[in-house]
């Protein structure tokens, strides 16, 4: 049978994939928005709550890497498959909790589920994009993670007036099932497409690296991976800047009740507008660095750095929140940090396509989201310990100095690359001998 090619298909492929990070964000958003609800049905504290919220967190920090391992190891489509399914089914399991630990064990599940979701996500683009538009598909693919929780107020609302809250667990993680099939129908990879035509097949792999091309079916080493400076550079600074977007997409809502006194009905009109702007965020961190290579004549990986810059920069906005003499004024700076984070970190995402093998892509991004996902616990943990006593603005200026903190590391540790073609992203910055990091 002979199939016709499809015009553009990786774009296609790459809308595929932010389609799944729609529902996986919009079933880990479910909680924060549930969460004045659960507070009250289940008669929590909100140290109880900050276990529940830290629960994910933690299993999702240590998964990744797994899950970026298994996905280079067994394939991306049948891997990814496997963890989809498995957090649709840990989301519904959320209805039957009746307690803040039954709650937790079923929020940890959902934790090791999900993060496959960037691990993957960041395979798909190195496999089917040159690297001169892997941060506009980064961008496009980050998208999914703001509309996800831009849904997530209006349906999970609506689940709760109409019916219950543990009906909004089920709706939330049951949509991904649907996912699940159209991905085992529609995906392959480049070689293996029958609806790719030759010329764009041609065209994606002029695009990459010879690293990426040589070494595609080597496998992945996490002792290899951990002794590059570059992989450091990554790494702390998704650490110092991923407690933002988890701070945004857990508290937010209940700092809205608690302390500007909205009620779920104000959550539901106006606690989705900061994700409408990480998706604007997403698109224009995406387009930047072509424009600044562009502009400046910088290199590739110089080009993320000026992006995560510029969005460490923005951060300050949010940061400034206890300066909001209305809700509405706070919420317009939360904008601004949904904005600025999801600009830095998409560029974050997109470096580890650009100075790592397609081998070992998704095993490096599950490392460094490792290194994310342990800071965004423990500073979910302070923001639970201290929003009662200190209050929530100290815990929001500490997010801002975080992330100009993090682009400091980034810039110093990973190496620009001598050019700006699509070819240069691959310097050799290993351990010596001694254990020192050297370029």
């Not at 609302?157 to 649907?178: E, H, N, P, R, S």
């Not at 998704?238 to 937010?252: D, K, N, S």
């Not at 929003?387 to 990973?414: E, M, Q």
């Amino acid at each position: 049978m002979q199939h016709r090619p499809i015009k553009g298909l990786r774009w296609w492929i790459v809308g595929l994939v932010m389609l799944g990070m729609i529902f996986n964000y919009l079933a880990r958003s479910s909680l924060a928005i549930a969460a004045p609800t659960l507070i009250e049905k289940l008669h929590l504290t909100t140290a109880q709550y900050s276990y529940i919220v830290t629960a994910f967190q933690a299993a999702y920090a240590l998964a990744q890497p797994v899950a970026g391992f298994v996905i280079d190891l067994v394939g991306l489509k049948i891997g990814f498959a496997i963890f989809a399914f498995a957090w649709a089914v840990a989301n519904m399991l959320h209805g039957l909790a009746m307690s803040w630990p039954a709650l937790a064990t079923f929020r940890a599940m959902l934790g090791v589920s999900e993060a496959a979701i960037f691990p993957a996500g960041m395979k798909t683009i190195s496999q089917w994009f040159p690297a001169k538009e892997r941060s506009i598909a980064a961008g496009w693919l980050n998208t999914g993670t703001s509309l996800g929780a831009m849904l997530a107020p209006p349906l999970v609302v609506f689940c709760i007036v109409k019916y219950d809250w543990q009906m909004a667990f089920v709706i939330t993680g049951g949509t991904a099932l649907l996912w699940v099939a159209l991905w085992l129908v529609f995906f392959r990879s480049p070689e293996g497409h029958p609806n790719l035509s030759g010329t764009e097949l041609a065209y994606i792999r002029e695009g990459q690296s010879n690293n990426a091309k040589e070494s595609a079916g080597a496998r992945p080493s996490w002792r290899a991976i951990m002794r590059t400076r570059r992989f450091w550079g990554i790494g702390i600074a998704r650490m110092l800047a991923e407690p933002a977007w988890q701070t945004f997409g857990a508290w937010i809502p209940l700092y809205m009740v608690t302390v500007r006194h909205m009620n779920l009905k104000e959550i539901a009109l106006f606690a989705w507008l900061p994700f409408l702007a990480a998706d604007l965020g997403s698109l224009v961190g995406g387009y930047l660095a072509p424009f600044f290579m562009r502009r400046f004549k910088v290199s590739l990986v110089t080009s993320r750095k000026l992006v995560i810059v510029t969005g460490a920069v923005l951060m300050i906005g949010p940061g400034c929140v206890g300066l909001a003499a209305s809700p509405y004024a706070a919420i317009a700076l939360f904008c601004v940090g949904t904005f600025a984070h999801q600009a830095l970190s998409g560029a974050l995402f997109t470096l580890a396509s650009d100075v790592f093998g397609q081998h070992e892509v998704a095993t490096a991004t599950g490392l460094s989201g490792m290194l994310g996902y342990f800071g965004a616990t423990i500073f979910s943990l302070v923001v639970g310990a201290l929003a009662s006593t200190v209050g929530y603005n100290p815990l929001f200026a500490c997010l801002a100095l975080f992330d100009i903190i993090g682009a400091v590391v980034a810039w110093k540790l990973i190496a620009p690359s001598p050019t700006s073609g699509s070819n240069a992203n691959l310097e050799p910055l290993e351990l010596d001998t001694r254990g020192a990091l050297s370029s």
